[in-house]
């Protein structure tokens, strides 16, 4: 009778748990992802060992970047602080300029503005920046989309004396669109001046408006379309995209075809790039200032799922879905010349590979 009672007993609960807003089968062992406050210093932090990561390793990991002139380094897990360390007098409080890893907050952008109904990365790039941006002959122009722009595929010729320059005179023809990947800098930064023609803004404003205010960046800038920021605010940026252009309980990109478009193969050319990002696991990838393919993946050592924002002298962004990871490096060289892939890619990661053994 006793058992039958106590049947009958949660049986009720379980009834009382559909109508509540409670669910049916609770499992508090999931954590929600952790985002900080958007103002002050607060930020949670987790023990590596409350992980099972070998905290021995993770320190040698991080002595490893300090001897590569390494100034601003952390790791999240699930958004919280597992290890933060500055050298070369650096604090949480040190903006620096994040190079051409400030693409893929531009690619971030891009995405909005498509969203917001501003522009259409599928029509021709002379719409936004008017015939003759180019020195090309207008069919030839008329082939380069804003797509072309966001996965270096225009066409343009990147072997110029200033590849930074936007002058109709610096733009040349090499290929048709779509058939030539090239790391260039200026249909790159010609997209910052799409958004501010059809947002009526400056591009500062516009990105302070539609992300900055957002997660908590207020110091971050724009300085000669280049940004400036905090490591904590690189970070905050990387769990923005680790959570798929979600803050919180805020959605700042919910076109989630554009976001997956973004952080897979944009093309067949370089299978490592998106839309601006930078992809591992790939079975191939093209490097800045070279037509090589190289039949292997750009950081064997690093998990495969890693997306990257990545730019000269080591400037890191990287986001891992599998291990719910963020983690940023800046500074200067690790002793790389490279734009934007480095051996720092692998050899970081190699010895995170061994603190946390993934």
């Given at each position: 009778m006793q058992r039958i009672l106590f049947i009958i007993g949660f049986l009720i609960f379980l009834n009382s748990c559909k109508k509540s807003n409670l669910p049916s089968n609770p499992n508090p062992s999931v954590e929600s992802y952790y985002f900080p406050p958007l103002t002050g210093g607060f930020w949670e932090t987790k023990a590596?060992?409350?992980?099972?990561?070998?905290?021995?390793?993770?320190n040698a990991a991080f002595d490893y970047a300090g001897t590569k002139n390494t100034y601003g380094l952390i790791v999240l897990q699930n958004g919280k602080i597992v290890k933060e360390k500055y050298w070369n007098n650096w604090n949480l409080n040190t903006r620096y300029y994040i190079a051409s890893a400030g693409k893929s907050v531009v690619a971030f952008l891009m995405g909005i503005a498509q969203q917001d109904g501003l522009l259409n990365i599928n029509d021709k790039t002379s719409q936004y920046l008017g015939n003759g941006w180019t020195s090309?002959?207008?069919?030839?122009?008329?082939?380069?989309?804003?797509?072309?722009?966001?996965?270096?595929?225009?066409?343009?010729?990147?072997?110029?004396?200033?590849?930074?320059?936007?002058?109709?005179?610096?733009?040349?023809?090499?290929?048709?669109?779509?058939?030539?990947?090239?790391?260039?800098?200026?249909?790159?930064?010609?997209?910052?001046?799409?958004?501010?023609?059809?947002?009526?803004?400056?591009?500062?404003?516009?990105?302070?408006?539609?992300?900055?205010?957002?997660?908590?960046?207020?110091?971050?800038?724009?300085?000669?379309?280049?940004?400036?920021?905090?490591?904590?605010e690189a970070a905050r940026f990387g769990s923005l995209i680790l959570n798929k252009g979600k803050w919180d309980n805020n959605t700042l990109l919910s076109d989630s075809s554009y976001f997956q478009s973004m952080v897979n193969s944009s093309q067949n050319l370089n299978k490592s790039y998106g839309y601006l990002?930078?992809?591992?696991?790939?079975?191939?990838?093209?490097?800045?200032?070279?037509?090589?393919?190289?039949?292997?993946?750009?950081?064997?050592?690093?998990?495969?799922?890693?997306?990257?924002?990545?730019?000269?002298?080591?400037?890191?962004?990287?986001?891992?879905?599998?291990?719910?990871?963020?983690?940023v490096r800046l500074g200067d060289s690790a002793g790389n010349v490279t734009l934007g892939p480095s051996s720092f890619d692998n050899e970081f990661w190699l010895r995170m590979k061994e603190a946390i053994g993934y």
């Open positions: 590596a060992s409350s992980l099972d990561w070998d905290t021995a390793k993770l090309l002959p207008l069919a030839k122009e008329n082939l380069i989309t804003l797509k072309n722009n966001l996965t270096m595929t225009t066409g343009l010729n990147d072997a110029v004396a200033d590849p930074d320059c936007e002058d109709p005179a610096c733009l040349t023809y090499v290929a048709d669109a779509g058939s030539r990947w090239a790391y260039h800098n200026a249909p790159y930064r010609l997209l910052q001046t799409v958004i501010e023609n059809t947002s009526a803004q400056t591009f500062n404003q516009y990105c302070k408006q539609q992300l900055y205010d957002k997660i908590g960046m207020p110091n971050a800038f724009w300085y000669n379309n280049v940004m400036w920021c905090t490591t904590r990002w930078w992809l591992n696991g790939k079975e191939s990838f093209m490097a800045p200032t070279s037509q090589i393919v190289f039949p292997v993946s750009m950081a064997p050592d690093a998990p495969i799922d890693m997306i990257m924002a990545l730019g000269k002298e080591d400037k890191k962004i990287y986001v891992v879905p599998s291990l719910n990871m963020v983690v």
